[in-house]
């Protein structure tokens, strides 16, 4: 009986006019923007090529330890075609050094396109699924109920003994499969496209994120669905039923989420605690730095110079750097010289001992600093922006939206994957450094006995997380989506039970 | 005629509909306005701070001398926040709010520390100011230009999608058209009927969002920012305009008013949603953007072509005028060069975005974004001006030197070197000083195009409208 019902709600739906737009404005609209965000991903990974194959170069002209400045770079995603979440806004290149340990909040833009461009709006292709597929939803439930009650088709169902339970059931699935066509057949071109392109290399891994981001597609727009059901269950005419439908889309989709946002208070004056770790920060700097000078003054050689009166062609600077925004504050020293007089010998020891000191005590000054201001940040940016993330998943988009970015890895914790990575990065690099005994020789500061030799550094190297990270991190939003749809439905079959016809 | 837009306007007062939009209408208008209202003051403080600061340093170059004031040049320039700001964000925290004043080069200096060769100040523009500290989720604005072009176009085509068909599935249309009725006044009527309904509750709101924003004492809105508020009022309405003629034009052709409904929404989202931004990703994919590196190699050679006419002048043995003069105008068009190599890169990157907003222009919802981003004084255009006016006032400044040198007749007027300026006291009050301002006249100069193309789109779809209402079969 159930078949039958489905078969005939199918059929109805397939024939109409709503069914042969809705294909026709996902397909137009994905493959468009699918061409354009595929060239726009494409650009990015050139400059990100680009960039890399500059800093590598960089590093290996440098003559002497101090003057090396490792850059890493943060590769596009190329999921992010599905959904760019902070992929393509937070930073994408980062300087590594010994003096502090970096964090998302030191990453810099490379400068290698247009930023006004920025102005210009653009778009993804879970932004096109999260307005269009939730509008078509809506199109396709609004007169399901309401529509067959006015008819009078409704009552003359019921006169068979048929459970009423399965006439929904039946509407839902048939709509459900009508709606899935445009859905998957759009990703599908959307994938020929991707798979096609011979820049972008997908892994294994990313056709089960993509197919995470499906699964999340079809949740989203089963509780568009079910919406428009109730709608239809609660009112007597379709005209009502079109007219709160199309509200509670703009509603949902349009203003909740812009409102949401304009009304919670953004501050950019450091709160309280921010500023009195700031000056913890700054307290463990300046123990430093009086501990520094204690050497300075105690040491072999007379007075508190630390050039120690070297000079020649080359550079010494030091300062304190700070940021009290994103609580950064270090000491940063560089001292570096090509060729060196031989009149200089005698003091090239004191120098060698002195940074013998002073790169260990730098390095675990720099850790304690960390401590303090890992914490702080995770207390006053981060926690600031999850509290937005959290008003935003009252509305279905909210939930969609944060899923799939983490299907997609470009949401907050996919991105600062890769700072994890360059943080451990800077281990790295420092123990290398160690291994060379860099710190406390001559070729920290003077390249006179030869360069430095960077070809065995060990190069940087991401991998976004794997699938199960992902699905553990897009799972609690997906659940609260199903969770969602299984509310509205027992909502739906209790109205629908009750109701008179 | 008036009897049909007055039962219109009756029919629309009762329904759900109307109180929905006033609803909706409302919180949006109160956010902006809080909005608004707790942002702005921080916003002018910034600027005020600022500017305060760069005033300093003119006065504290002008009262050192003249020579200091040529060769350091004024602090750099920031843009004066609008008091629109609420109208339209127009992007701004993607674009610079300052034009920097670079410090003068250093190329030489002896053991001492002695500056041999250098330079004078020169203007850079700093790239956008990119916001990759907020790790939030993607800012989204509730501005006027927001709730109009999106909300406010929806709601009109809510109120018309079922003005004709629905009257047709009811029957009532054949009935009014029975009386001796020309089929142009009922639609007059529709459309002035609609256009009202939909006025009143934004109207309503928009007195609520300027009754908030104009008794706080902390925003002061002067009568000319009161005129341009009233163009973008009238902007809107011409915008809805369009939309309730879209709505008449498809609910006389089409039998039934939920499939009205559905070409409707649909056309909406391709106007409003999507064409602004895939137009603007295909537009900006036709000429990539020159990387910063290429416009490094372009600048390289200007410099070391610089040196190669120099050469001769800057080392001289002799210690006489030709050689400060070689000195300044080596200074002087080191400076200038800079100065033009950043120009040439503005302008680069600003014909880019040009070209890409030309194309979005098809979309009505981008020309609405356009037209009040420049009324209110914020976006891209008005970015644009802020640089011009930079410009302006630095010639300005740079004449008033030479002028104030060319009075002393004592000095050489050699301009740039210590040795060759004046070495009288300057009147830090004579300094001209910089002030940003917003022309009117000259923003509808820029924006008449695309006011005429609105327009037209307007009257487009009216006489759609018309001519389909006259010829459908009833």
């Known amino acids: ?501 | 005629m008036w009897h049909i837009t007055k039962r219109e306007i009756y029919d629309n007062l009762n329904s759900l509909r109307f109180a929905l939009t006033t609803v909706l209408l409302l919180a949006l208008m109160v956010t902006n306005a809080v909005k608004h209202l707790r942002e702005h003051p921080k916003r002018v403080q910034r600027y005020q701070d600022a500017v305060t600061e760069s005033l300093n340093h003119l006065t504290d170059r002008a009262n050192d001398s003249l020579y200091t004031l040529a060769q350091y040049g004024p602090g750099n320039f920031y843009k004066k926040p609008s008091p629109l700001h609420f109208c339209a964000n127009g992007g701004e925290f993607l674009l610079p709010d300052a034009v920097e004043v670079d410090e003068p080069p250093v190329f030489m200096t002896d053991s001492e520390g002695n500056r041999l060769l250098e330079g004078i100040w020169s203007l850079s523009y700093p790239d956008a100011n990119l916001h990759n500290k907020d790790v939030g989720p993607n800012v989204s604005q509730v501005d006027w230009a927001f709730i109009i072009g999106s909300i406010l176009s929806l709601i009109a085509l809510w109120f018309t999608f079922d003005a004709f068909s629905g009257e047709r599935e009811q029957g009532t249309l054949r009935l009014m058209l029975a009386n001796s009725i020309p089929r142009h006044t009922v639609l007059i009527g529709k459309f002035l009927g609609a256009l009202l309904s939909i006025s009143i509750p934004f109207a309503l709101a928009v007195l609520v969002n300027l009754l908030l924003i104009s008794t706080a004492d902390t925003v002061y809105l002067t009568t000319e920012a009161w005129g341009r508020l009233g163009i973008i009022f009238a902007l809107a309405l011409l915008y809805t305009s369009l939309f309730v003629a879209l709505g008449l034009l498809v609910s006389a052709r089409v039998q039934q008013s939920a499939v009205s409904l559905m070409i409707l929404l649909l056309m909406w989202v391709t106007l409003v949603v999507f064409m602004p931004s895939t137009l603007a990703s295909i537009a900006s994919s036709f000429s990539p953007a020159m990387s910063f590196d290429e416009f490094w190699k372009q600048r390289n050679p200007i410099k070391e072509d610089l040196w190669d006419k120099y050469k001769e002048g800057l080392w001289s043995s002799e210690l006489d005028d030709s050689k400060l003069r070689a000195k300044s105008e080596f200074y002087t068009e080191n400076a200038e060069r800079e100065e033009r190599w950043q120009e040439e890169q503005l302008k680069y990157r600003t014909s880019q975005v040009h070209r890409a907003r030309a194309i979005t222009s098809i979309s009505p919802a981008t020309l609405l974004q356009h037209l009040i981003e420049s009324f209110a004084g914020t976006g891209f255009e008005r970015h644009l001006q802020f640089a011009e006016n930079v410009q302006r006032y630095t010639r300005q400044l740079r004449e008033f030197v030479a002028d104030t040198d060319r009075a002393d007749p004592e000095s050489l007027h050699i301009l740039g070197v210590r040795e060759g300026m004046s070495k009288k006291l300057v009147n830090p009050a004579a300094v001209p000083k910089f002030e940003d301002t917003l022309n009117l006249s000259k923003d509808f100069n820029t924006t008449a195009m695309e006011l005429l193309l609105l327009t037209l789109f307007v009257l487009v779809l009216l006489s759609g409208a018309y001519l389909a209402f006259v010829r459908v079969e009833v």
């Not at chain 1, 810099?108 to 597929?133: G, Q, T, W």
């Open chain 1, 1 to 501: 009986m159930i078949t039958t019902l489905i078969g005939r709600e199918l059929l109805n739906n397939l024939m109409t006019f709503r069914f042969a737009a809705a294909l026709f404005i996902t397909l137009l609209l994905v493959v468009a923007n699918t061409v354009v965000l595929i060239k726009d991903y494409e650009q990015r990974l050139e400059s990100y090529n680009a960039s890399v194959k500059t800093h590598h170069q960089e590093i290996r002209e440098k003559q002497t330890y101090s003057a090396g400045e490792v850059e890493v770079d943060r590769p596009p995603n190329p999921l992010s075609i599905f959904n760019v979440g902070l992929d393509k806004r937070l930073g994408n290149e980062i300087w590594i050094s010994h003096n502090y340990v970096p964090t998302l909040w030191e990453a810099r833009m490379n400068a290698s396109d247009n930023p006004y461009l920025n102005i210009l709006s653009s778009i993804d292709i879970v932004f096109i699924f999260e307005v269009v597929l939730s509008l078509m939803a809506l199109l396709f439930a609004y007169d399901a109920l309401a529509g067959e009650r006015e008819q009078g088709t409704l009552r003359l169902v019921l006169t068979h003994p048929i459970r009423r339970g399965h006439i929904l059931l039946a509407k839902y699935i048939s709509a459900m499969l009508c709606l899935l066509v445009p859905l998957l057949l759009s990703l599908l071109f959307a994938l020929i496209l991707l798979t096609t392109t011979t820049s972008i290399s997908l892994e294994a891994d990313d056709f089960l994120r993509i197919g995470g981001i499906v699964l999340t597609s079809i949740a989203y727009l089963s509780v568009f669905y079910l919406i428009g059901l109730l709608i239809s269950a609660v009112t007597q005419r379709t005209g009502t039923a079109l007219m709160l439908a199309m509200f509670v889309w703009g509603a949902l989709v349009l203003v909740y989420p812009n409102l949401i946002l304009a009304a919670i208070r953004s501050s950019d004056i450091p709160q309280a605690k921010a500023v009195s770790t700031f000056n913890q920060i700054k307290q463990v700097w300046d123990e430093f730095d009086r501990e520094r000078k204690q050497y300075l003054a105690t040491d072999d050689f007379p007075g508190e110079d630390p050039t120690f009166n070297i000079n020649g062609m080359g550079f010494f600077y030091e300062h304190f750097p700070e940021d009290p925004l994103t609580l950064l504050y270090f000491y940063y020293s560089m001292m570096t010289f090509g060729e060196l007089d031989e009149k200089f010998e005698r003091e090239v020891p004191h120098a060698q001992n002195y940074f013998r000191f002073l790169i260990p005590s730098t390095i675990k000054t720099a850790e304690r600093a960390w401590l303090l201001r890992k914490q702080a940040l995770e207390d006053t940016l981060v926690r600031k922006s999850n509290m937005k993330r959290t008003l935003l998943k009252l509305s279905p988009v909210g939930m969609y939206d944060a899923a799939t970015q983490a299907w997609a890895g470009t949401d907050l914790k996919g991105v600062r994957d890769f700072f994890n990575a360059v943080r451990q990065y800077r281990q790295t690099v420092i123990d290398y450094l160690d291994s060379k005994n860099a710190f406390a020789s001559r070729k920290w500061f003077a390249a006179d006995e030869g360069a430095v030799d960077w070809s065995t550094l060990p190069a940087f190297s991401f991998k976004r997380s794997g699938i199960e990270t992902n699905a553990k991190r897009a799972l609690p939003d997906l659940l609260l989506l199903l969770t969602v749809n299984l509310l509205l439905f027992m909502i739906i079959f209790l109205i629908f039970i009750k109701s008179e016809v």
